[in-house]
Every structure is written in C-alpha cells, then in structure tokens.
C-alpha cells in the first residue's frame, strides 16, 4: 500500500458545485495532516491544514478519521479560480526529524 | 519579501557535466529539503536538512548530494547527471516549528533536462 493515496481525477466540475477529494494514508503512526495547492507549473502552496475535529476555511473543510486513516476536502461553491492540483501530505515524524510525504495530487478543472 | 531562491529555473546540460541548483532562503528557516517532482509520480524528497551541517537522504538520494554550511543556503549537486535526473526540482523550507506544522515554503522550481 502507498503511503499516500490519492484518487488523481481528473475532476471536471462546474462553476458553484460542490467537490470532495479524499485521501488515504497507510502509517497508522502519522502526526499531522495538510492540504496543498498547485497550480500548473508553479510551486505547491498550504492550503490548509487537517485537524481531527475538522476545520473549515471559507468555503474550504478539512476532515481526518484517525481510525480509517481518511483525510477529506470539500470546496463548496466552486470558482474558475480553484481549478488546480490538490495535494493531500502527511507528516510521519521521525526521530529527530520529519519527513513530509505528498500524495501524487488530485486535478480539479471548474468549468464556466 | 520572504521567499526562496532557486538558481537556474531552467537548465539543459548533457550526461556527465556536473552541475548544481542554488537554493537560498530569507526567513532564517532551519528546514530546507530538495524534491523532484515528476508525471505520475507526484513530489519525492530528494535530500533534506535539518539545521546547519545536518543532512539526511530523503526518498530518492541516489545521484545527488547536498551540502548545508550556512543557514540560508541548501544546494543541490549533481555530480554526473543522467537523462534520469530529467525533472522539476523544488526547493523548500521551513521553520522547524512550520515543519511540524506541514507549512513548507517552495521555490519556484528548476527544470532540468540531461540529455
């Protein structure tokens, strides 16, 4: 199993709808959890970060299930503007260091 | 303006000549780390380092080294390179309290090709 697992799209979504992406992770032992964004050909971006109560940015939710070792974004109200790569990255803490892993990204396109 | 600096954004070399990408940082980051990003393979970290001279391999090291003899500067060698080194290289960084948190500052990336 991959350490990071996402489903790669594309999604191809009109102008004001809803979309989630979903995210799997296989180190049961994973500390913390983070949404990037890219846009093509430029450099991935936070979007936000996961917490397990779940967190809400505008029209963006961040979900985690600790026991399924599930993240989830939902982007409600969808613009041209979010059309992008999302990236799911989980940290897997090391001792004494961290390590990073990015899922290979989701491709949303907002259609007008 | 806080930021990260990568140096070329765009190289052609051929197989063998051996080159480095520059990577700088503002923000007094303790954290930088080197990924390749490739299609269908998503981003994978090359080398990373968490302080003044300590360094450690990330996931695929094999073909490059990195030196960490200053704060700010974090290069990437690549002492012989191969038509598989072709990629895009990011440079990242962080504040060691930000690398806990996942917020890692990109640079803009460096598009190499051996050919």
């Known amino acids: 199993r991959k350490e990071v697992e996402q489903d790669p799209g594309p999604f191809n979504v009109p102008e004001g709808a809803t979309v989630a992406f979903n995210c799997t992770y296989s180190?049961?032992?994973?500390?913390?959890f983070f949404w990037y964004r890219q846009d093509c050909r430029k450099e991935p971006k936070l979007l936000m970060s996961?917490?397990?109560s779940g967190n809400e940015d505008g029209r963006f939710t961040a979900q985690l299930n600790r026991a399924s070792q599930y993240i989830s974004l939902l982007i409600r109200d969808s613009k041209l503007s979010d059309s992008a790569t999302y990236l799911c990255?989980?940290?897997?803490?090391?001792?004494?260091?961290?390590?990073?892993?990015f899922g290979k990204g989701t491709k949303l396109s907002v259609i007008p | 303006e806080a930021q990260v600096t990568q140096n070329p954004r765009y190289l052609i070399t051929v197989t063998g000549k051996k080159l480095t990408v520059t990577c700088s940082q503002n923000?007094?980051?303790?954290?930088m780390s080197w990924y390749r990003q490739d299609p269908g393979l998503g981003l994978r970290q090359i080398y990373y380092?968490?302080?003044?001279?300590?360094?450690d391999k990330g996931d695929v090291p094999e073909g490059y080294k990195v030196s960490r003899k200053e704060k700010r500067n974090f290069p990437l060698i690549l002492e012989s390179p191969s038509p598989n080194q072709t990629s895009l290289y990011f440079c990242?960084?962080?504040?060691?309290?930000?690398?806990?948190?996942?917020?890692?500052?990109f640079g803009e990336g460096s598009r190499l090709t051996v050919l």
């Open positions: 380092s968490m302080n003044v001279e300590v360094t």
């Open positions: 990255v989980v940290n897997n803490r090391r001792a004494g260091s961290y390590q990073l892993t």
């Open positions: 180190n049961s032992a994973s500390q913390s």
């Open positions: 923000m007094n980051h303790e954290y």
């Open positions: 996961v917490y397990s």
């Open positions: 990242a960084s962080s504040p060691i309290r930000g690398a806990h948190t996942g917020e890692l500052f």
